[in-house]
C-alpha cells in the first residue's frame, strides 16, 4: 500500500492518495471533487478556499495532525491582508498536503452548487403566531401624574388590547422614548405573547402605524443540510427559502461519527457547535438578502432537528447519546433567545426547539408528526423520513410508534464511486433498455433524457457530472430488473447479463452509466461495492420499519409515506423493487417532501400546534433499534434486492424480476446461465 498521505473531501467522501507536497487544488482536480478555480491557481480569484480538519475522525480512519497541510505562504498571507479570508479557511491552490487530512470544500467554492430540496410545501395554516403587531396611543407625561414612559406603554397595551404585564429588554428601553415623541405618542409594538412560563415582552417599536411586517424562520437542521423558511408573520406567506449544506459534514457524514469526533477530541463538540451556528448565520444573512429585508424583522424562530444536532446546537457534548441508554440532556420543548444561540437576526428573537422524542428520535421526527399526523388516521399510517439517519413512524388513532434507522449517507450519493450531492449536472433519473440493457438518464437542471435530441447543447453549462442519490436508487434497481444484478447485490459479467454496459473490474464487474472521458468529463460507473453500500442503506431503512410493524401486530401496512428532501425525489416503484419499504399498492404511497419544514412552519405560525405536539410527544411509544435483537435478523433478511425472505405479492404482480445468481464460486467466470452457487471448498490431503 502506497505511504502518501490519504487526502479525503468531504461533503463529496472522495478518497486518494497523493505525494507530499500535492497542492490540495490538484488532488481536487485528479479526484474529480468539484472545487472552483479561476485564475489558474495563482491564489487570485479565492474561488478555491477549502475547510481543513484536525484531529481524530474514526469514521475515516484518520487523525490529522496541525501540521497536514503545508503552512500559510506569501500569497494566503496578502490574500488574506487584503480581502480577508475565513478563520480556519485555506486557499486550495496555495496549501500543499503534507500528511493524512480530511478538507472540506464550502458551498461557495464548488462550482456545481448544492441543490437543496427542502422546500417549502404547500400547506394551509391557520394563524396564530408567537408575535403580532398591535397600534396603540400612548397617554403623554404629565407633571401632575409621574410615571415612565415604558409604564404608560404598558398600560396603552393592557388597556387598548388585553395585554398584561408586558416586559421590555433593554434594547427597547434605549431606543424608546425618541419613537413615542416622533409618533406623537402613537406607536406600533410588536409584542411576543410568551407562553406559561414566560410573559409577554415588547420586540420593537415603530413610531406611529407600521406599514411594514415581522418575520419568522423556521428552520430544519439536518445531518447534511440546513434548510430554512422565512415566513410573514402576519399573513403566514413563505417569503423566502433557501438551503446550505451542513458545515459539519466535515467532522463525519453520518451521527455517530460526529458522536465519536466529540469523544475523541477535547474540544470537538466545540468546534462542531460554531461551525453549525456559523453555517446558520450566514444561511439566514442569505435568506435575508433574497427576501430583501432587514434581519432585525426576524422575531421568532422555530428549530427542528435531530438529538445529536440538537445538542451541538445547544453547545451540549452529545457523550451520552454514543452509548446506552443513549439519555438526552433534555427532551422537553425548549424556549430560548436567539442571543443565546449566537443568530444574527433580532436581538431579542425568540426561538423555539420542539420536543425529542428519545435519544435517537428528535425533534425532526415530532416535528413531522405535526405535519402528517399519523396520530390522527384512521388507515395505520408509515412515515419514513429519507436521509443519513432515517426516522420513521407507524401509527394510527390508537397508538404511534417510533423508531430511528442510521441508513449513512450513501442516498445522499456519498460513499458511491460515481456519487454527489443533488447539484446541476447529477444523473437523477435512470431507466435501462430491456434490449439492449444500455442506461439513458436524465440530470438536475436539462428535462429532456440523454437519448433525446439536443440533450447535449442541454446539458453543455453543467456537464454530466455523476450521479446523486434519486439516481443511484433508480439506478440500481434498473440494474435488478433487468438481469444485471441478481437479488445478493452481485452484477454480472457481460456475458451472464447480455449487456455489454458490463466490464470486469477487478475482481467483480461494474456497470457502465456513462463515458465523457473523450471530451475530458467523467466516466460514471457503478460498481459491486456501490450496490453493497446501498444495500446496506435500504436494508437499514426496511428494518426499521419492518421492526414497528412487529411491534405493531401487523404484516402490512396501509399507507407509506415518504418524508424528506431525498424521500421527495424517490420513485416509489424503485423504492419498492429495492426493498426500501415494505410491501404496498403504489397509489397507497406518496411523498410529503419536506415534512420535518412544514412541521416546524406549522408550530412557527400557530401557537397552539406548539402545545398539540408537547402532548402528542409524550404519546408516541419509542422503539430502539440498537438493542432489539429482531432488527439484525430484519437487516440480514433485508440486503437482498428486494428481501431474502419477505414474499412481496403486490410488488411481484407488477414486475417480475429474474431468478438468477451470478455467484460463480469466486473463479470469475460464469457458471452457465445464471451462473451457480458457491461450492465449499474440500481440504487437502
Same mark, same amino acid.
Not at 409594538?189 to 410568551?194: D, I, M
Not at 453493497?532 to 436494508?539: F, V
Given at each position: 500500500?502506497?505511504?502518501?498521505?490519504?487526502?479525503?473531501f468531504?461533503?463529496?467522501?472522495?478518497?486518494?492518495?497523493?505525494?507530499? =507536497?500535492? &497542492?490540495?487544488?490538484?488532488?481536487?482536480?485528479?479526484?474529480?471533487?468539484?472545487?472552483?478555480?479561476?485564475?489558474?491557481? $495563482?491564489?487570485?480569484?479565492s474561488?478555491?478556499?477549502?475547510?481543513?480538519?484536525?484531529g481524530?475522525?474514526?469514521k475515516?480512519?484518520?487523525?490529522?495532525?496541525?501540521?497536514?497541510?503545508?503552512?500559510?505562504?506569501?500569497v494566503?498571507?496578502?490574500?488574506d491582508?487584503?480581502?480577508?479570508l475565513?478563520?480556519?479557511?485555506?486557499?486550495?491552490?496555495q496549501?500543499?498536503?503534507?500528511?493524512?487530512?480530511?478538507?472540506?470544500?464550502?458551498?461557495?467554492?464548488?462550482?456545481?452548487?448544492?441543490?437543496?430540496r427542502?422546500?417549502?410545501?404547500?400547506?394551509?395554516i391557520?394563524?396564530?403566531?408567537?408575535?403580532?403587531?398591535?397600534?396603540?396611543?400612548?397617554?403623554?407625561?404629565?407633571?401632575?401624574?409621574?410615571?415612565?414612559?415604558?409604564?404608560?406603554?404598558?398600560?396603552?397595551?393592557?388597556?387598548?388590547?388585553g395585554?398584561?404585564?408586558?416586559?421590555?429588554?433593554?434594547?427597547?428601553?434605549?431606543?424608546?422614548?425618541?419613537?413615542?415623541?416622533? =409618533?406623537?405618542?402613537?406607536?406600533t409594538?410588536?409584542?411576543?405573547?410568551?407562553n406559561?412560563?414566560?410573559?409577554?415582552? +415588547?420586540?420593537?417599536?415603530w413610531?406611529?402605524?407600521?406599514?411594514?411586517t415581522?418575520?419568522?424562520?423556521?428552520?430544519?437542521?439536518?445531518?447534511?443540510?440546513?434548510?430554512?423558511?422565512?415566513?410573514?408573520?402576519?399573513?403566514?406567506?413563505?417569503?423566502a427559502?433557501?438551503?446550505?449544506?451542513?458545515?459539519?459534514?466535515?467532522?463525519?457524514e453520518?451521527?455517530m461519527? $460526529?458522536?465519536?469526533? /466529540?469523544?475523541?477530541?477535547?474540544?470537538?463538540?466545540?468546534?462542531?457547535?460554531?461551525?453549525?451556528?456559523?453555517?446558520?448565520?450566514?444561511?439566514f444573512?442569505?435568506?435575508?438578502?433574497?427576501?430583501?429585508?432587514?434581519?432585525?424583522?426576524?422575531v421568532? #424562530?422555530?428549530?427542528?432537528?435531530?438529538?445529536?444536532?440538537?445538542?451541538?446546537?445547544? =453547545?451540549?457534548?452529545p457523550?451520552?447519546?454514543g452509548?446506552?441508554?443513549f439519555?438526552? #440532556?433534555?427532551?422537553?420543548?425548549?424556549?430560548?433567545?436567539?442571543?443565546?444561540l449566537?443568530?444574527?437576526?433580532?436581538?431579542?428573537?425568540?426561538?423555539?426547539?420542539l420536543?425529542?422524542?428519545?435519544?435517537?428520535?428528535?425533534?425532526d421526527?415530532?416535528a413531522?408528526?405535526?405535519?402528517?399526523?399519523?396520530?390522527?388516521?384512521?388507515?395505520?399510517?408509515?412515515?419514513?423520513?429519507?436521509?443519513?439517519? #432515517?426516522?420513521?413512524?407507524?401509527?394510527?388513532r390508537?397508538?404511534?410508534?417510533?423508531?430511528?434507522?442510521?441508513?449513512?449517507?450513501?442516498?445522499?450519493?456519498?460513499?458511491?464511486s460515481?456519487?454527489?450531492?443533488a447539484?446541476?449536472?447529477?444523473?437523477?433519473?435512470?431507466?435501462?433498455?430491456?434490449?439492449t440493457?444500455v442506461?439513458?438518464?436524465?440530470?438536475?437542471?436539462c428535462?429532456?433524457?440523454?437519448?433525446?435530441?439536443?440533450?447535449?447543447?442541454?446539458?453543455?453549462?453543467?456537464?454530466?457530472?455523476?450521479?446523486?442519490?434519486?439516481g443511484?436508487?433508480?439506478?440500481?434497481?434498473?440494474?435488478?430488473?433487468?438481469?444485471?444484478?441478481?437479488?445478493?447485490?452481485?452484477?454480472?459479467?457481460?456475458?451472464?447479463?447480455?449487456?455489454?454496459?458490463?466490464?470486469?473490474?477487478?475482481?467483480?464487474?461494474s456497470?457502465?452509466?456513462?463515458?465523457?472521458? #473523450?471530451?475530458?468529463?467523467?466516466? +460514471?460507473?457503478v460498481?459491486?461495492?456501490?450496490?453493497?453500500?446501498?444495500?446496506?442503506?435500504?436494508?437499514?431503512l426496511?428494518?426499521?420499519?419492518?421492526?414497528?410493524?412487529?411491534?405493531?401486530g401487523v404484516?402490512?401496512?396501509? $399507507?407509506?409515506?415518504?418524508?424528506?428532501?431525498?424521500?421527495?425525489?424517490?420513485?416509489?416503484r424503485?423504492?419498492?423493487?429495492?426493498?426500501?419499504? &415494505?410491501?404496498?399498492?403504489?397509489?397507497?404511497?406518496? /411523498?410529503?417532501?419536506?415534512?420535518?419544514g412544514?412541521?416546524?412552519?406549522?408550530?412557527?405560525?400557530?401557537?397552539?400546534?406548539?402545545?398539540? +405536539?408537547?402532548?402528542?410527544?409524550?404519546?408516541?411509544h419509542?422503539?430502539?433499534?440498537?438493542?432489539?435483537?429482531r432488527?439484525?435478523?430484519?437487516?440480514?433478511?433485508? /440486503?437482498?434486492?428486494?428481501?431474502?425472505?419477505?414474499?412481496?405479492?403486490?410488488?411481484?404482480?407488477?414486475?417480475?424480476?429474474?431468478?438468477?445468481?451470478?455467484?460463480?464460486? =469466486?473463479?470469475?467466470?460464469?457458471?452457465?446461465?445464471?451462473?451457480?452457487?458457491?461450492?465449499r471448498?474440500r481440504?487437502?490431503?
Open positions: 500500500m502506497s505511504s502518501d498521505p490519504l487526502v479525503i468531504t461533503p463529496s467522501g472522495k478518497r486518494g492518495r497523493f505525494p507530499k =507536497g500535492t &497542492p490540495v487544488l490538484t488532488a481536487a482536480r485528479q479526484l474529480g471533487v468539484d472545487l472552483d478555480s479561476v485564475c489558474g491557481g $495563482r491564489g487570485i480569484c474561488k478555491c478556499q477549502v475547510s481543513p480538519g484536525y481524530t475522525f474514526s475515516h480512519g484518520v487523525t490529522v495532525a496541525p501540521d497536514a497541510l503545508s503552512p500559510w505562504n506569501a494566503e498571507e496578502r490574500y491582508e487584503k480581502r480577508g475565513k478563520e480556519g479557511r485555506r486557499l486550495g491552490c496549501a500543499t498536503v503534507q500528511g493524512d487530512v480530511v478538507i472540506d470544500v464550502p458551498p461557495e467554492s464548488q462550482v456545481h452548487k448544492q441543490v437543496v427542502k422546500r417549502a410545501e404547500a400547506r394551509e391557520a394563524l396564530n403566531p408567537a408575535v403580532k403587531l398591535y397600534a396603540v396611543a400612548v397617554d403623554e407625561p404629565d407633571m401632575h401624574e409621574p410615571s415612565g414612559d415604558l409604564e404608560r406603554l404598558r398600560a396603552a397595551l393592557h388597556a387598548q388590547c395585554l398584561e404585564e408586558v416586559h421590555a429588554d433593554l434594547h427597547i428601553l434605549q431606543i424608546m422614548q425618541p419613537i413615542l415623541r416622533k =409618533g406623537a405618542w402613537k406607536v409594538v410588536a409584542v411576543h405573547l410568551g406559561e412560563e414566560t410573559p409577554p415582552r +415588547i420586540m420593537q417599536i413610531p406611529g402605524d407600521y406599514d411594514g415581522i418575520y419568522g424562520l423556521a428552520v430544519d437542521l439536518g445531518s447534511t443540510t440546513i434548510a430554512g423558511h422565512l415566513c410573514d408573520l402576519k399573513t403566514g406567506e413563505v417569503v427559502s433557501s438551503g446550505v449544506m451542513n458545515p459539519q459534514i466535515r467532522f463525519g453520518d451521527l461519527s $460526529r458522536v465519536s469526533y /466529540s469523544m475523541m477530541n477535547p474540544e470537538g463538540a466545540e468546534e462542531m457547535t460554531h461551525a453549525v451556528r456559523e453555517g446558520m448565520c450566514g444561511l444573512t442569505q435568506i435575508a438578502a433574497e427576501a430583501g429585508i432587514d434581519q432585525k424583522l426576524i421568532d #424562530a422555530v428549530f427542528v432537528c435531530n438529538p445529536v444536532m440538537h445538542h451541538l446546537l445547544l =453547545g451540549i457534548d457523550f451520552e447519546l452509548q446506552a441508554p439519555a438526552l #440532556a433534555t427532551s422537553g420543548a425548549l424556549h430560548l433567545r436567539a442571543g443565546d449566537d443568530l444574527n437576526i433580532h436581538p431579542s428573537a425568540r426561538v423555539y426547539l420536543p425529542c422524542i428519545a435519544g435517537h428520535v428528535g425533534a421526527a415530532a413531522v408528526a405535526l405535519s402528517e399526523a399519523p396520530q390522527k388516521s384512521d388507515d395505520l399510517m408509515l412515515v419514513v423520513d429519507v436521509g443519513t439517519n #432515517a426516522e420513521i413512524l407507524l401509527g394510527n390508537d397508538k404511534v410508534l417510533a423508531c430511528s434507522s442510521p441508513t449513512g449517507p450513501a442516498f445522499e450519493g456519498a460513499q458511491i460515481s456519487g454527489q450531492r447539484a446541476p449536472g447529477a444523473i437523477e433519473r435512470v431507466e435501462i433498455d430491456p434490449e440493457k442506461a439513458r438518464f436524465k440530470v438536475i437542471g428535462d429532456i433524457w440523454s437519448d433525446d435530441e439536443g440533450f447535449e447543447e442541454a446539458v453543455a453549462a453543467t456537464g454530466i457530472t455523476g450521479i446523486c442519490g434519486s443511484i436508487i433508480e439506478m440500481v434497481a434498473e440494474m435488478r430488473i433487468h438481469g444485471i444484478v441478481d437479488a445478493p447485490g452481485l452484477i454480472g459479467t457481460a456475458e451472464q447479463t447480455g449487456s455489454a454496459s458490463v466490464f470486469q473490474d477487478g475482481r467483480t464487474n456497470y457502465l452509466v456513462y463515458d465523457g472521458s #473523450a471530451k475530458g468529463g467523467p466516466k +460514471i460507473t460498481t459491486n461495492r456501490d450496490i453493497r453500500e446501498i444495500q446496506m442503506a435500504k436494508a437499514a426496511y428494518s426499521g420499519a419492518r421492526l414497528l410493524m412487529d411491534k405493531f404484516d402490512k401496512v396501509d $399507507r407509506v409515506v415518504l418524508a424528506g428532501a431525498f424521500g421527495a425525489h424517490i420513485s416509489p424503485h423504492a419498492m423493487i429495492l426493498g426500501m419499504i &415494505p410491501d404496498a399498492p403504489l397509489d397507497k404511497v406518496s /411523498s410529503a417532501g419536506n415534512a420535518a412544514t412541521g416546524a412552519r406549522i408550530a412557527l405560525l400557530n401557537t397552539d400546534a406548539r402545545a398539540e +405536539i408537547e402532548k402528542t410527544v409524550h404519546a408516541i419509542k422503539i430502539e433499534t440498537a438493542v432489539e435483537p432488527f439484525q435478523e430484519h437487516f440480514v433478511n433485508a /440486503s437482498a434486492i428486494p428481501n431474502a425472505v419477505e414474499p412481496f405479492p403486490i410488488l411481484n404482480s407488477l414486475v417480475a424480476l429474474p431468478d438468477i445468481t451470478f455467484n460463480t464460486g =469466486g473463479s470469475g467466470t460464469p457458471g452457465g446461465e445464471g451462473g451457480g452457487r458457491r461450492r471448498r481440504a487437502s490431503t
